[in-house]
């Protein structure tokens, strides 16, 4: 059964820094993987989606690599803004195909000015 | 352009009542799903469908059902309202070859 985990749960920046979000998986074989963004009070938005097949994708100031040898996927946001702030969640599919996802519990990040 | 839309957005229950929470999508997606969020549990799956009249259980589906008649809409039933099925609940669909999910607003629940 796949386990998803995320470290650390709360993360402070100040405004302009790079940083990484980490996203652990315990199944190799997993089917994609997905990182979401939540706003408090809201639903979630979709960032990035990794297939299988993929080793990372970009969008804008956002980068998603997945490595399924060490089951990690990392979220590297270059040049923070204080609208970056949110909890960032990943999610695994697993194997047997995208149906059912399983997600991390969040890293909540704060970037200030 | 709606995409996922869930109503209501507030709802409070008692203890054995019993309610549907209404999920929408305009995007011809096939395949849908509802969530369930708990303070330090993440997102679990409670139940899904992968087409119209095809439907299948999640990670936690007792106390819920689901029925998938048109492609468009996939409601969850709540049949006798319990405290433990306090939460804040989203409907996600996607595209079925990408796999990319597209969640609602959520449903916030409340069970006295």
């Known amino acids: 059964k796949q386990e998803v985990t995320q470290i650390p749960a709360a993360l402070s920046v100040p405004e302009g820094e790079n940083l990484v979000l980490n996203c652990s998986f315990t199944?190799?074989?997993?089917?994609?993987l997905q990182w979401f963004r939540q706003d408090p009070g809201k639903g979630l938005t979709s960032l990035l989606l990794i297939q299988s097949s993929q080793r990372e994708q970009t969008s804008g100031r956002l980068n998603a690599s997945l490595d399924k040898s060490s089951g990690r996927s990392t979220l590297y946001i270059a040049a923070s803004q204080p609208g970056d702030s949110a909890t960032y969640l990943c999610a695994g599919a697993e194997n047997t195909g995208f149906q059912k996802l399983v997600f991390g519990t969040g890293t909540r990040l704060l970037v200030s000015p | 352009n709606a995409g996922v839309t869930q109503t209501p957005k507030f709802q409070v229950l008692k203890t054995g009542q019993s309610m549907t929470l209404q999920c929408a999508q305009d995007?011809?997606?096939?395949?849908m799903s509802w969530y369930r969020q708990d303070p330090g549990m993440g997102l679990r799956l409670i139940h899904y469908s992968v087409g119209a009249g095809i439907t299948d259980q999640g990670e936690v589906p007792n106390g819920y059902n689901v029925s998938r008649s048109t492609t468009e809409d996939f409601p969850l039933r709540l049949l006798s309202a319990a405290p433990s099925q306090t939460s804040v609940y989203f409907c996600?669909?996607?595209?079925?070859?990408?796999?990319?999910?597209?969640f609602g607003e959520g449903s916030r629940l409340t069970v006295l």
């Open positions: 996600a669909s996607s595209f079925r070859f990408t796999g990319e999910l597209f």
């Open positions: 199944d190799s074989a997993i089917y994609n």
């Open positions: 995007m011809n997606h096939e395949y």
